[in-house]
């Protein structure tokens, strides 16, 4: 593109208001990519206003400056500032520009002169502005001289501070507020001078004509501020990330990419700990309804977060989960608060006195406990210290720090709380020192000690979000996952699946036979049993039939070489008539009858026992065998309460304190302990687990002495949204054969089942009506829970397609249903699909797993049948 070929605009042409950090304009490269982006703005017929933050680490240095007492050492440090900048003009091949130099001299005289008696704070403020000043004064020459024509714009002419009742001295020259609201005059006087500006974030003019600074994230509020008063078609901050994500990406590296959030939303994100974005930013551009979006500069064809009015009330969900280290929880206890007209506000008139601002704030009958967040206060010990002391004069004083606060984010979050039972869970096995829910209905937020949180934020993003347990959505809120986008991508995510390619028409022709109806593709199977088969560290893989009995998938299993496990009698019949007899079984029931464990008996299969009752009532079936015994670790794992298999709350598994009488009993009745095994829940991704639960039934299993081999159960998870990463086998083998180097005289053993089968079965279906309600449009199809459970059992989440129009653009949101009588007869919440028509075909994906085995006739519906595909 060529700048210069560009048409002249209107003089009504939209404002779009564009601004950069620190790293995006601290290099040649990156003042190149700024260049070819604000172009193509100007090619949208646009006039462009660019906000630059100080190159990166001038604002340090700047501090610095101010900071030291010495004239000489000022000097010197004004110099070296200087410095960085001659060195990116010689990179640019640029002569010094008179703006530029003016910045530089000015800088130079201020270090020189040092701060006037009883002006320091104003003279910090004139210090700190000048790293704006250059960066901005530098790249209007360089745009300039790039052929794009671009006017230096000295913000403290259009931004003026106003003086707010609460601040002194030091907040109003150093944290400065703007009321910024449409102004049409300086919309049309900047037209008049051109088209392209740049200009500073961060500084701003007061009343007297001070320069003042806007404190923290400073330049994306100076952004909003240009965007209210342009009214600019929009605002987009330019970063060194994609956008905001559903976690802070660097402790859970499955975050996934929020595309659309309101204002209310992203300001909550910001304020509870995510970095990308200043809270304060939102506020200007709401009344004048600007949307803001979040872009990354190096690559920009990504598709960033677009942050805006509120387009349409979702169903409520948790859309981020955040953290903030460094919280200090500051308890005050009296008796006589109670009823006590002001004592609120003589407490915190204290916290006024001290200069520091309260965050949440938790109250009872006696006690009052309100936390302090270090990225708005100064909290050293001293400072904290000194509250306490005249906090002391009124009440019990206690200090709780380091503390964090971890801080669920979504809309309608009091509608959620039935929801949350396994997020509270977790929290139960904590330390809880405060609990709070806003009053806006937008966050849940738990203060915990600060050592636990590292640990606990993925797990509990995998409980909400990565597992599927929000109801949203998922193609207009949630993007990638943050590995995919800067982790190497997911290869093995690439390849489509099986039914979008060529057996796509074989589909649409066993649709046009019947319908509802399961389709299996068999090389699928083949697939994820020799990916699994490549665990050296593994020595059996048992299939847990469960998860789809149908014998195509028990043969074709079988001659991959897998063994069997099975829970009912039912089961090991259906296995029996179809398998070789040479396969291992494995008999692993829970709170099974007694006539099930003497059927199982008399078969080759291994027999597990999960709880004392059988060898205190049954003890003389069991004489002269071998068993194995499954242990309950004390917790559980999954995307649900109802896939969780561990902790007091499941019902499997024989609790560790009942160990020791247990294998006083097998003694007795003569019974061999020769296995251990645990499973602590379903769909889990993260492969430490298995290592996890291998090491400690390792360490059990050497108290035993009898044992030879350890069952660590299945649960391997398989990835469902968009974005989503993958199970890493290879990894899940390292940890195994990490673990196996130090136990290596016992046998390991596994039981997938999900794993195998999910994504070689689909549900095909046909589209009978529609209906429109309130903001909702229902989607009707031919079958619903009666096929498939799993959505209103689990809250699983299915990607559904309409097969008939695969190739078509998704515009419509349909609540997808069924048509059994139950309002949780809900296949999909707000998917995003082609508009249909009656009898599309409608396929839901990954049901090979708990789909047909799961199957009823309630309502006396047909069931459906099943078809395989061996091609």
């Given at each position: ?83 960085r900048h001659y060195d990116l003009l010689e990179h640019m091949q640029l002569a010094l520009p008179d703006t530029l130099g003016s910045r530089l001299s000015d800088l130079a005289g201020l270090a020189a002169n040092g701060p006037a008696p009883r002006g320091e704070l104003a003279w910090q403020a004139q210090v700190q502005a000048h790293g704006e000043l250059m960066s901005s004064a530098l790249g209007a020459a360089f745009l300039s001289h790039s052929g794009l024509p671009t006017q230096w714009l000295d913000a403290r002419e259009c931004l003026a501070a106003v003086a707010l009742p ?677 396929l839901i994906a990954q049901a090979g797993a708990y789909g047909k085995v799961m199957s009823s006739h309630y309502n006396l519906r047909d069931e459906a049948d099943e078809v395989v595909i061996d091609a």
């Amino acid at each position: 593109m060529n700048p210069q070929s560009l048409a002249s605009l209107p003089a009504d042409a939209p404002w779009i208001v564009m601004k950069f950090g620190g790293t995006s304009v601290a290099t040649l490269p990156r003042w190149q990519n700024i260049r070819e982006l604000v172009a193509s703005r100007r090619a949208e017929g646009a006039r462009v206003l660019v906000v630059v933050s100080a190159l990166t680490g001038i604002t340090d240095a700047l501090k610095q400056l101010c900071g030291e007492g010495e004239q000489d050492k000022r000097k010197a440090a004004a110099g070296a500032i200087a410095q960085r900048h001659y060195d990116l003009l010689e990179h640019m091949q640029l002569a010094l520009p008179d703006t530029l130099g003016s910045r530089l001299s000015d800088l130079a005289g201020l270090a020189a002169n040092g701060p006037a008696p009883r002006g320091e704070l104003a003279w910090q403020a004139q210090v700190q502005a000048h790293g704006e000043l250059m960066s901005s004064a530098l790249g209007a020459a360089f745009l300039s001289h790039s052929g794009l024509p671009t006017q230096w714009l000295d913000a403290r002419e259009c931004l003026a501070a106003v003086a707010l009742p609460n601040q002194n001295e030091r907040t109003r020259l150093l944290s400065a507020m703007v009321e910024a609201k449409p102004d049409p005059a300086l919309n049309a006087r900047l037209a008049a001078l051109g088209e392209v500006f740049i200009t500073q974030g961060f500084i701003a003019r007061e009343q007297h004509g001070r320069t003042v600074l806007l404190g923290r994230g400073g330049s994306d509020t100076s952004a909003a501020y240009f965007g209210a008063l342009l009214k600019a078609q929009r605002v987009e901050i330019w970063t060194d990330v994609a956008g905001m994500f559903t976690a802070n990406p660097r402790q859970v590296p499955g975050a996934r990419l929020l595309q659309r959030l309101d204002y209310e939303e992203a300001q909550e994100i910001a304020s509870t700990g995510a970095k990308v974005l200043h809270p304060r930013c939102l506020s200007p551009l709401r009344d004048p309804r600007v949307p803001l979006l979040i872009k990354d500069t190096n690559r920009p064809e990504l598709d960033g977060t677009v942050i805006g009015p509120e387009v349409r009330a979702h169903a409520p969900s948790v859309k981020a989960i955040s953290a903030r280290k460094g919280i200090t929880l500051v308890s005050m206890e009296s008796v006589g608060m109670w009823q006590q007209v002001g004592f609120l506000a003589d407490v915190f008139a204290q916290f006024k006195q001290h200069g520091l601002s309260v965050d949440l704030i938790g109250s009872a009958e006696t006690n009052v406990t309100v936390s302090l967040d270090p990225t708005e206060n100064l909290l050293d010990s001293d400072a904290i210290a000194a509250l306490a002391s005249d906090l002391a004069k009124v009440c019990r004083v206690k200090v709780i720090a380091p503390c964090a606060a971890i801080t669920l984010v979504g809309r309608g979050m009091r509608s959620l709380l039935h929801t949350l039972s396994g997020v509270l869970a977790e929290f139960g096995q904590l330390r809880v020192h405060l609990i709070t829910q806003s009053s806006n209905n937008l966050n849940l937020t738990f203060v915990v000690d600060e050592e636990v949180v590292d640990k606990l934020l993925p797990h509990l993003h995998d409980l909400l979000i990565a597992a599927g347990a929000l109801r949203t959505d998922e193609s207009a809120l949630f993007g990638p996952s943050w590995q995919a986008l800067y982790g190497g991508g997911e290869a093995p995510d690439a390849a489509p699946a099986w039914w979008r390619g060529p057996q796509r028409q074989r589909l649409l022709e066993l649709a046009a036979e019947a319908t509802p109806r399961y389709v299996y593709h068999l090389p699928t199977v083949r697939q994820q049993a020799r990916e699994l088969k490549s665990l050296a560290a593994v020595d059996r893989l048992h299939y847990a039939v469960k998860a789809n009995t149908h014998p195509a998938i028990l043969a074709t299993l079988a001659a991959e070489g897998f063994a069997f496990e099975c829970v009912s009698p039912g089961e090991l019949e259906a296995v029996a008539a179809i398998v070789p007899e040479s396969v291992p079984l494995l008999f692993t029931p829970n709170f099974a009858p007694r006539r099930d464990y003497v059927s199982a008996l008399a078969t080759r299969a291994t027999v597990t026992l999960d709880a004392m009752y059988p060898l205190e009532r049954w003890g003389e079936l069991f004489r002269g065998h071998e068993i194995v015994l499954r242990v309950d670790l004390g917790r559980g794992l999954g995307h649900h309460e109802k896939v969780r298999t561990g902790g007091s709350g499941s019902k499997f598994g024989l609790p560790l304190d009942q160990l020791s009488t247990f294998l006083q009993l097998a003694d007795a009745h003569g019974v061999t302990v020769r296995g251990l095994h645990a499973h602590l829940g379903s769909g889990v991704l993260d492969a430490a687990h298995w290592g996890e639960v291998y090491a400690q039934l390792s360490s059990l299993a050497e108290r035993i002495g009898s044992v030879a081999f350890l069952n660590i159960g299945g649960g391997l998870g398989v990835p469902s949204h968009p974005g989503e990463v993958r199970l890493d086998v290879a990894e899940l083998d390292r940890v195994l054969r990490e673990v196996k180097a130090a136990y290596p005289h016992y046998q390991l053993w596994m039981e997938p089942g999900r794993y195998l089968v999910a994504d070689a079965g689909v549900l095909l279906a046909r589209a009978t009506q529609q209906k429109g309600k309130g903001a909702f449009r229902y989607l009707g199809i031919d079958t619903g829970m009666n096929s498939l459970i799993r959505p209103a059992l689990y809250d699983a989440w299915h990607e559904i397609i309409n097969l008939s129009r695969l190739d078509e653009p998704a515009t419509a949101l349909y609540q997808v249903v069924g048509p059994i009588c139950e309002s949780g007869d809900v296949l999909g919440t707000d998917r995003r699909l082609p508009e249909a028509q009656e009898d599309d075909v409608i396929l839901i994906a990954q049901a090979g797993a708990y789909g047909k085995v799961m199957s009823s006739h309630y309502n006396l519906r047909d069931e459906a049948d099943e078809v395989v595909i061996d091609a």
